[in-house]
């Protein structure tokens, strides 16, 4: 169920048509959870302003059951922010990113609420283990 929203005030007609794809493929990577549950929103043309004024910037938030933690989220941090800063062309300094853990009982998907041993990670423990 990560959710990755992208608010920018880039122009859409300036960003790749690849760009959703492209950072799903990452958050795939960083998280490793199924590409089926993961939301890319992407909001370009975003009514934003940085510091008092309108120059390119980003605000993105990464929501996720389990997962996020100082370690990872730093390291997701540089991934996204060289993601941006390359295919956005907005300057790191212009970029914030918020993580935000998501208690498993609170995110329904499929008609449930999820379960909470993904909360702590058991179902990536699982996993490796296999």
Partial sequence: ????????????SSIPVFF???????????????????????RADANIMMGG???ECVYATVECIGRLNPT??????????????????????RI???????PAEFCSFNGALHDVKIERDEDLLTSQQG
Avoid: C, S, W
């Avoid at 169920?1 to 859409?12: E, Y």
């Avoid at 989220?73 to 062309?89: I, S, T, V």
């Fill in 1 to 12: 169920m990560p959710i990755v929203t992208v608010n920018t005030n880039v122009p859409g």
């Fill in 20 to 42: 959703q794809a492209a950072l799903t493929n990452i958050m795939f990577k960083a998280l490793q959870k199924p590409r089926e549950v993961l939301y890319v929103d992407l």
């Fill in 53 to 55: 004024d309108r120059n």
């Fill in 72 to 93: 990872a989220n730093l390291a997701m941090a540089r991934a996204l922010e060289d993601f941006f800063m390359e295919h956005l062309k907005v300057r790191r300094e």
């Fill in 96 to 102: 914030v990113i918020r993580f935000i853990p998501v």
